[in-house]
């Protein structure tokens, strides 16, 4: 008997709606999440649903955005605003701690 990996972006989802203030809608096919006037998170699934995609506003985490982007393009995007973008799966998860600190910053930034 096979068992499937949770979805990720249950728990992404559930801990970006624990923040103070956040509302959530959709956006281009995507749910996204926001604190005051300001977006922070971005999920939705990838192309036929076998991929996730996630995109936080880093500053701090920019330096190792990019070496991740570096080693992992497939997987890491940094856009020339702040944003990054995540690529995953359920049998291929994004660390949880790193998409925890991500999304803790993400929000902390757009709260301000």
């Known amino acids: ?26 956006s281009c096919n995507q749910t996204a999440f926001t604190v005051g006037k300001g977006k922070f998170l971005f999920l939705g699934p990838g192309p036929k649903g076998k991929r996730c995609k996630a995109m936080f506003k880093l500053k701090a985490s920019m330096p190792e955005a990019e070496a991740l982007a570096a080693s992992a393009p497939e997987r890491f995007e940094v856009g020339k605003t702040g944003w990054v973008t995540a690529r995953f799966s359920a049998a291929e998860p994004m660390p949880q701690d790193l998409w925890t600190r991500w999304l803790t910053e993400s929000y902390e930034i757009t709260r301000k």
Do not use: H, N
């Not at 949770?6 to 809608?25: C, H, I, N, Q, Y």
């Open 1 to 26: 008997m096979t068992t499937e990996a949770p979805d990720p972006l249950v728990a992404m989802t559930a801990t970006a709606l624990s923040f103070e203030d956040v509302g959530s809608g959709t």
